[in-house]
C-alpha cells in the first residue's frame, strides 16, 4: 500500500526556473495538502484542498499555485522558483471528515534554489 | 504570541529514561491534540490523538491535555534509541472536510544506548 507517493524527491533549481511537485494518494481522500518545513519555523501549510474541485490558501501561499488534478492527485507548483522556496515540501491527505486530525504525509521533496 | 509553542530542544536521555515532551497553545478554540513522530529524513507520522481534555495511553506512550492550561504533553516511559526521533505537536479547532492542524516546531529527541 503505497499511501502517499511525492516526486521528484530531490531537485535542484535555479532563480527563476518553474517546476512542479506532484503529489498522489491511493487511500480514497477527500482533502489534501501542501507543506513546508524549515529548520526553526516548523510546518507550514501552503494550499489545501478540502475535495476535489476546490482549492485555498494556507498561511504561506506567495509564489506558489496548486492544482487538484482528481482526487488522487494534489501538484504545487513554483512558477518562478526563489531562495527563499529552498525547504522540504510534504503532501499529505485525510479523509477529512471524521476531524480525527490524521494526516498521512508523504516522504518530501528536498528543493534546493540556487 | 504564537498560536503553539514547543521547545526545540534538543532533548537527549538515556535509554530506558521518561520523557516528557510538551506544547503550550493560546488559541481555546482548539479541541483536538494530536502528537506526530518524524524520522530523519521522513513525512511526520501520527503517534497519540486525544480530544478535548483528559488522558490517552497507548503502550508506553501517554498524551495528557489540560485545557485549563492551554498545555499538553507527551510522556513516553521505558525510552528506546528507536524513539529518537522529532516529535510534533499539533492541534485543530473542529473536525469535518474544512479543518487545518497548526503545528508546534518540533522537539528533537535521542535516546542514547
Known amino acids: 500500500n503505497a499511501g502517499v507517493t511525492q516526486t521528484p524527491k530531490f531537485q535542484v533549481l535555479k532563480t527563476g526556473q518553474s517546476m512542479t511537485l506532484q503529489c498522489a494518494q491511493d487511500?480514497?481522500?477527500?482533502?489534501m495538502y501542501w507543506y513546508r518545513q524549515d529548520p526553526g519555523m516548523g510546518l507550514r501549510l501552503i494550499y489545501y484542498s478540502a475535495s476535489e474541485g476546490t482549492t485555498d490558501k494556507g498561511e504561506v501561499p506567495n509564489g506558489y499555485n496548486v492544482s487538484r488534478l482528481n482526487k488522487r492527485e494534489f501538484s504545487l507548483r513554483l512558477e518562478s522558483a526563489a531562495p527563499s522556496q529552498t525547504s522540504v515540501y510534504f503532501c499529505a491527505s485525510t479523509a477529512g471528515t471524521s476531524g480525527r486530525g490524521e494526516l498521512f504525509f508523504g516522504e518530501g521533496s528536498r528543493l534546493t534554489v540556487l | 504570541q504564537k498560536e503553539v509553542e514547543q521547545d526545540p530542544g534538543p532533548l537527549s536521555v538515556p535509554e530506558g529514561a521518561i520523557v516528557s515532551l510538551n506544547c503550550t497553545y493560546s488559541?481555546?478554540?482548539?479541541?483536538?491534540f494530536m502528537w506526530y513522530r518524524q524520522y530523519s529524513r521522513k513525512g511526520p507520522e501520527l503517534l497519540m490523538y486525544?480530544?478535548?481534555?483528559g488522558n490517552k495511553e497507548d503502550g508506553r506512550f501517554t498524551a495528557q491535555v489540560d485545557k485549563s492550561s492551554k498545555y499538553i504533553s507527551l510522556f513516553i516511559r521505558d525510552s528506546q534509541p528507536s524513539d529518537s526521533a522529532t516529535y510534533l505537536c499539533a492541534m485543530c479547532q473542529s473536525g469535518g472536510s474544512n479543518y487545518k492542524l497548526t503545528f508546534g516546531k518540533g522537539t528533537l529527541l535521542t535516546v542514547n544506548p
Open positions: 488559541n481555546s478554540a482548539f479541541q483536538y
Open positions: 487511500m480514497n481522500h477527500n482533502s
Open positions: 486525544t480530544y478535548s481534555s
